[in-house]
């Protein structure tokens, strides 16, 4: 069915691009925006170190450099090369979920890396994205009638739940939960209708018995502090009322730069991972937590632009699945540290110490701008041109 | 292709949906950040650089360790430490010289304080030293006009009184290292805590430590304690009673002296542990107050092991101990009858091995008992032959050998009863049937712990239960202790028939003239004891050696001299106690380990007889006044 008009539209309708073309199209707003972010992040560690690029910003910076790196590789990668081995990646990430439960270091009281000598592996962070691509697939050849049926339903969900059970194994509560968010917002935007929704949830609701069970002691204590912090004023309702003493004495403008005294004074435990808002908080006040915000909601938006000028259904749902799963992060630590959900191990995204959820964030940026150069795009149901 | 205008405008209505619950999230981040930094920014600010809480942890008091009759065993002591505080002294230097001049002072303390002070805040207390003694301490606090800054600080530190005794029962206690399971107890974070390293020290810990408890305290602005808000005591850890009984241990100490030695001794009933000694022993004391390099390297490097507790870790070969579980075994598969009987001349052949008795002529024609009481090896060979050794093996793990005894001490080791598919998985060779001969009498593979031969020797006198032992006299959990209850062991499923058969064997061992034990025996009226002399041979006898006359064990270095063993229960008639003594490289059974048996086994029913008879009379005096009033 050749429509006479996709005739004149030959660049919408061409299925290879070059590189200089691919290029040409990288968003430089967006990594603009993912800069800023990050270079607010350096400006703090900084102060965390009681103004000094050691031990953490200079780390800090050389991994941004890398991920960016890594990120517009991934970009001009063809969308339909990550489409083509969503399923393979999923599989490697189940395998290597398995092989941590298996044979994994133990650290932090949790099994969650495989040492490979030059870079600690963590499964669960590959899975966050091979989950996106996953579904991704998944839904791109399915049309509405398709999405309505049940039966089409039950295969992606035990994609979902058999990953989450290994990762809530671990056991890696945050982890966990995160990639049955974004996962649920796939669903969501594959046009799943909501009284499917409410039925799974309101069964969740059911199962919370049975699921507290199963939790490990450290984290029905947390769950337990979260509802009565001053219950364990030491263990880490300790970590929330310092974090909250700090915020709040912020105030409107913020301390100042590098003049944080509760941070300063090592009142703050994790101030340079889980915790660095809070230090931003107290430096920079209200004004710069919502400048912080600002950026984050931009690059949300970036996202979401991105995912509706896409063609390809694929691209579309990888933008907004991405989009969403970074909009989990930056919400539940922010959140968390402000003492509105119980404490798990979420970082601020580009911003918190640490090296795997810088590179795999700013692989999934690389994603969506795969999703952005190659949006005009059609891709078959299999990841080819056309069927 | 397919309907995609409807999937995109659903898509685009979905992603709105979407786009507004994050909105909504948004929002409520925005809301709780006003909240915290505008509506109650007063309430923190004031919290935070006016006068802001600290909250500090209370170092609770360890738990007590009490033997059965309540001498203690573990103590806390008050630890005096000498702190200086760097703002108040006018130079550290001429201050810890004038220090240096009062009490010893090494150059390492030196350069420790000196890294301290440079990283605390200069109004921080550093410690100098610690473990001063009361002399120490006077002469500081008279010299304490010169010494500005220097001030002295009360702490607690575990003391064992009994030093030697007990030790590895015990353990000892240190500072939480790298290494150590922590499990987020806040209490490990203190610089004065002490984690328990080995002995019950180490199992009980948890329920040891106590609960820690909180002081708030105003700080200011740098960090200085202005007062105190509010203090939650903690709560004491649980004090622990052991079924050990010290007197009895310090005896059976004694009378081990200086071998490398080792003595269980076990109420077969309930499983009580009330003699476990292991000699050499060590001070714990010395692992709390700091080892020397020297110090720790005699105690690591002495071939006699003194860290070791020998009783659950150490192994060694049963030896004719081991000869009741052939019998049994032998029994229970009817390859044998009691009154059958073997000629043994010295030696026995299988193909072209020869394997001797320890009875250079032999012990001629003997039948189930004889061989017990003589301790015959060619009896023995030949059932064990018959028999199988799997099917020993599985006798010998009913009765305790070979696998974890389940006793609350760590480190315990579980020895070794091989079989055949151990040596194919292990060894990957198959079994010669020259082994089950070898190992029939405890010789070959086998590997076993006096604590196992004591557990063995209570099954075999209890009748065939499968008693656990313990050292806590309560059943302690995490923080809390209660009584036992009463034991429910299940049975080895052997007959009581084999059972009585291998006791008369070893009634006959200690009690009739010509048993291998029979000068070890004791003569007191209903205090009788059964047992088995054992002697492991741990190196082996060439041809040669057998020709022109076996060595003396006094011939040897004593790394290459026999272990001499000894089990036994008792009272022979109505059994309550059994022993189990290995001294390593002692020599002979009978000679060393029987005779060191025979008087601790009759120390204990004394101490027992003593314990009813004053029991019974407090019984009599309270009835007494119960009729009065």
């Known amino acids: ?387 | 292709m397919y309907h995609d205008n409807d999937r995109t405008k659903l898509f685009s209505r979905r992603a709105l949906m979407l786009a507004g619950g994050k909105g909504a999230l948004i929002s409520a981040l925005i809301a709780r950040m006003y909240y915290l930094q505008v509506v109650e920014a007063d309430r923190y600010t004031m919290l935070s650089e006016e006068n802001r809480v600290a909250i500090r942890l209370l170092l609770p008091p360890r738990g007590l360790i009490l033997d059965r009759s309540g001498i203690a065993m573990a103590v806390n002591q008050h630890n005096y430490r000498v702190l200086v505080v760097s703002e108040k002294t006018p130079s550290l230097d001429y201050t810890l010289d004038a220090l240096a001049q009062i009490i010893a002072l090494t150059d390492h303390d030196r350069g420790r304080v000196t890294k301290e002070v440079r990283r605390r805040r200069s109004f921080v207390p550093i410690t100098v030293r610690e473990n001063l003694s009361w002399e120490e301490v006077a002469r500081i606090e008279v010299n304490a006009p010169d010494l500005p800054g220097v001030m002295i600080d009360v702490g607690q530190s575990r003391f064992y009184p009994l030093e030697h005794l007990g030790a590895h029962i015990l353990g000892y206690v240190s500072a939480v290292s790298e290494n150590d399971q922590t499990d987020n107890d806040p209490l490990e974070e203190l610089p004065g805590f002490r984690i328990g390293k080995a002995g019950v020290e180490k199992i009980y810990d948890m329920a040891l430590r106590g609960k820690g408890g909180t002081s708030q305290e105003e700080v200011n602005a740098v960090g200085r304690v202005m007062r105190e808000l509010e203090r939650r005591e903690g709560e004491p850890g649980v004090d622990l009673t052991l079924t050990l009984d010290m007197r009895l241990q310090e005896y059976a100490a004694q009378r081990l002296g200086d071998e490398s030695a080792a003595v269980v001794v076990m109420d077969i009933h309930t499983g009580d542990v009330i003699v476990m000694a292991s000699t050499p022993s060590y001070d714990p004391n010395a692992f709390n107050r700091g080892l020397t390099h020297d110090e720790w390297k005699e105690l690591s490097t002495n071939p006699r092991a003194p860290l070791q507790n020998k009783a659950i870790s150490g192994t060694f070969a049963p030896g004719s101990t081991f000869k009741m579980v052939v019998a049994i075994a032998a029994l229970e598969a009817g390859v044998i009858s009691p009154e059958q009987t073997v000629l043994c001349r010295g030696h026995t052949e299988l193909g072209s091995i020869k394997f001797h008795c320890w009875k250079k002529g032999g012990h001629g024609s003997v039948d189930l008992i004889n061989a017990i009481k003589g301790s015959c090896d060619v009896y023995f060979y030949e059932i064990a032959r018959r028999v199988g050794f799997d099917k020993v093996a599985e006798v010998a793990n009913r009765l305790g050998l070979g696998v974890h005894t389940g006793i609350d001490l760590p480190n315990e080791r579980p020895g070794l009863i091989p079989t055949r598919a151990w040596k194919r998985k292990a060894l990957k060779q198959p079994w010669h049937p020259g082994e089950s001969l070898i190992n029939g009498i405890g010789q070959g593979y086998c590997l076993t712990t006096p604590l196992q031969l004591a557990v063995m020797t209570a099954r075999i006198a209890n009748g065939g239960v499968q008693v656990v032992p313990h050292v806590a006299r309560e059943l302690i959990t995490d923080k809390d202790s209660a009584s036992r209850p009463a034991p429910n062991w299940p049975s080895c499923g052997v007959s009581q028939r084999s059972l009585a058969l291998v006791r008369r064997g070893m009634n006959a061992v200690s009690n009739e003239p010509g048993g291998t034990a029979f000068r070890a025996r004791i003569e007191q009226e209903g205090m009788w004891l059964s047992g088995k002399t054992g002697t492991a041979q741990v190196r082996r006898i060439t041809m040669r050696e057998r020709e022109t006359g076996v060595k003396k064990n006094e011939e040897l270095p004593w790394k290459e001299r026999d272990h001499a063993l000894f089990v036994a229960y008792a009272p022979e008639d109505a059994p309550r106690f059994s022993i189990a003594v290995v001294v390593e490289h002692g020599g002979g059974g009978s000679a060393v380990a029987a005779p060191i048996a025979r008087d601790i086994m009759l120390e204990v029913q004394k101490r027992e007889r003593a314990r009813i008879a004053s029991g019974h009379d407090c019984g009599d005096h309270a009835c007494g006044h119960k009729e009065h009033g």
């Open chain 1, 1 to 387: 069915m050749l429509r006479p008009t996709q005739r004149l539209h030959s660049r919408l309708n061409r299925t290879e691009m070059s590189w200089r073309e691919k290029i040409w199209q990288i968003n430089w707003s967006l990594i603009a925006v993912l800069t800023a972010i990050a270079g607010i992040g350096f400006l703090t560690l900084y102060s965390a170190a009681k103004g000094s690029l050691e031990p953490w910003a200079v780390k800090q910076m050389v991994r941004f450099a890398m991920g960016i790196g890594l990120m517009i590789t991934v970009a001009v990668v063809d969308l339909r090369f990550w489409m083509r081995h969503a399923y393979t990646l999923y599989a490697v990430s189940i395998v290597l979920l398995i092989a941590v439960e298996l044979k994994g270091t133990i650290g932090m009281g949790a099994q969650r890396w495989i040492d490979l000598g030059f870079i600690q592996l963590q499964p669960s962070e590959i899975m966050k994205i091979a989950m996106i691509l996953t579904l991704s697939r998944y839904f791109h050849g399915a049309s509405v009638q398709d999405v309505g049926r049940p039966t089409f339903l039950i295969p992606p969900l035990l994609l979902v739940l058999l990953p989450v059970a290994l990762v809530m194994k671990q056991p890696d509560l945050g982890t966990a939960m995160m990639v049955l968010m974004s996962s649920g917002a796939i669903f969501f935007m594959a046009g799943v209708r909501l009284w499917k929704f409410a039925i799974l949830l309101a069964s969740g609701l059911g199962a919370i018995p049975v699921a507290w069970q199963f939790l490990h002691d450290y984290q029905k204590k947390r769950v337990i502090i979260f509802m009565n912090p001053d219950q364990d004023p030491l263990g880490a309702g300790y970590h929330i009322t310092q974090s909250k003493i700090a915020l709040g004495s912020g105030g409107l403008f913020g301390k100042g730069y590098m003049n944080g005294t509760q941070s300063g004074l090592n009142f703050l435990p994790e101030k340079q991972t889980d915790f660095i808002f809070t230090m931003y908080g107290e430096e920079w006040g209200l004004m710069g937590g919502l400048f912080l915000l600002g950026l984050y909601v931009v690059l949300t938006g970036f996202g979401y632009a991105i995912a509706l000028r896409c063609r390809a259904q694929f691209g579309r749902l990888v933008s907004l699945g991405i989009t969403t799963t970074f909009f989990l992060y930056f919400f539940i630590n922010t959140a968390m540290v402000m003492g509105l959900v119980p404490v798990v191990g979420v970082p601020l995204p580009l911003i918190s110490y640490g090296g795997t959820a810088m590179l795999s964030l700013l692989f999934g940026w690389g994603l969506v701008m795969s999703a952005y150069i190659h949006r005009d795009l059609p891709i078959g149901r299999r990841g080819g041109h056309d069927d």
